[in-house]
């Protein structure tokens, strides 16, 4: 069990029904420009946050779809049947692993992004700041351990 100091963050749908809660801080931030996350987030580009999966906890009604990304690994998407909202996926080129919409934990102070992936679809008018961000047009990047993670 997480003491006290242990950094507890819930991500929610929309409507409430589903949520997510993510015990101490996410081993990765990223923003994803390709095709596929915008059309999940229905916006220009996609944040997302990534726990251990023993660190998120999911409770609520919920759906999945499986699609296949560019990588030819399944991505599976865990969503409210209700309003829609996707409140947590996972992809199996990286298990164990579970990522999280930055935006769906309505928290403008949340860690900023160290990743920006897929640049080669990102909109002319969007830009990622900060020193430490690593950009890639890659369909990977490595990680802190040097894997390539999707
Ligand atoms: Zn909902
Ligand atoms: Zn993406």
Do not use: N
């Not at 209700?82 to 298990?95: D, H, K, L, M």
């Not at 900060?130 to 990047?141: A, F, K, N």
């Amino acid at each position: 069990m997480p003491d006290a100091s242990t950094t507890v963050r819930t991500a929610t749908c929309r409507c409430g029904a589903l949520q997510a809660r993510c015990v101490g801080e996410p081993v990765r931030v990223s923003v994803c420009h390709c095709l596929a996350c915008q059309q999940r987030s229905g916006s220009a580009f996609a944040a997302q946050a990534r726990w251990p999966e023993e660190d998120v906890t999911l409770s609520g009604d919920s759906r999945t779809w499986v699609r296949i990304a560019d990588s030819g690994h399944r991505a599976t998407y865990t969503f409210c049947p209700t309003c829609g909202s996707t409140i947590a996926y996972v992809i199996e080129g990286w298990p164990g692993v579970v990522a999280i919409p930055v935006g769906a934990f309505a928290d403008p102070d949340f860690p900023a992004p160290r990743y920006s992936v897929y640049e080669h679809r990102k909109h002319d008018w969007a830009e990622i700041r900060g020193e430490d961000v690593r950009h890639s047009s890659d369909t990977r990047i490595p990680g802190k351990d040097g894997k390539l993670i999707p």
